[in-house]
T-cell receptor
Framework: SQTIHQWPATLVQPVGSPLSLECTVE??????LYWYRQAAGRGLQLLFY??????ISSEVPQNLSASRPQDRQFILSSKKLLLSDSGFYLC??????????FGDGTRLSIL | QKEVEQDPGPLSVPEGAIVSLNCTYS??????FMWYRQYSRKGPELLMYTYSSGNKEDGRFTAQVDKSSKYISLFIRDSQPSDSATYLCAMSEDYGQNFVFGPGTRLSVLP
């Protein structure tokens, strides 16, 4: 069966520090991968998605970037975090023609 | 008008009650409909998914789609305290990369 792992679960970072969140999927090949940010009462905001290694599409201009160095690995990064980057970050995957499945998220607090 | 609307709640019901959760949408091209359950500090968990109009039942859960009214529902029979969570609806035209999520309804089932 397929599983998705996301880490860390919680992260507290100072303003201006770098960020790296990692997501990996097991049990499938060539998944579509997604990064979302979830704000209370506002649903899920799609940040990035990838249909293959090195292929990244950005949905919103922002202080973040994403990379897919391996087929089942998706990384969310920032060079300098802003206060507004605080939030709950979710990684998701799906196969073509299938619904999405989510990891357990990373709660990011910027101080 | 938002693409997907969902009453944020909170919705409180006694244990054993029948719960009705609903979403309305504006894009008539949506064909795939999903319901996710999200416990506090966890990622959304796929609960049910349906294609086009009609009903789908899985244990105590029934998903209903009315495309003519652009309205979907999730019914929970014999609700349990363990059903207390936030329920997100989601929709897609083609299970491609574009999934649209409702903001979620927070449900509390009181013992």
């Amino acid at each position: 069966s397929q599983t998705i792992h996301q880490w860390p679960a919680t992260l507290v970072q100072p303003v201006g520090s770098p960020l790296s969140l990692e997501c990996t999927v097991e049990g499938t090949s060539n998944p579509n991968l997604y990064w979302y940010r979830q704000a209370a009462g506002r649903g899920l905001q799609l940040l990035f998605y990838s249909v293959g290694i090195g292929q990244i599409s950005s949905e919103v201009p922002q202080n973040l970037s994403a990379s897919r160095p391996q087929d089942r690995q998706f990384i969310l990064s920032s060079k300098k975090l802003l206060l507004s980057d605080s939030g709950f970050y979710l990684c998701a995957w799906n196969g073509d023609g299938q619904p999405q499945h989510f990891g357990d998220g990373t709660r990011l607090s910027i101080l | 008008q938002k693409e997907v609307e969902q009453d944020p709640g909170p919705l409180s019901v006694p244990e054993g009650a029948i719960v009705s959760l609903n979403c309305t949408y504006s894009n008539s091209a949506f064909q795939y409909f999903m319901w996710y359950r999200q416990y506090s500090r966890k990622g959304p968990e796929l609960l049910m998914y349906t294609y086009s109009s009609g009903n789908k039942e899985d244990g105590r859960f029934t998903a209903q789609v009315d495309k003519s009214s652009k309205y979907i529902s999730l019914f929970i029979r014999d609700s349990q305290p363990s059903d207390s969570a936030t329920y997100l609806c989601a929709m897609s035209e083609d299970y491609g990369q574009n999934f649209v999520f409702g903001p979620g309804t927070r449900l509390s089932v009181l013992p």
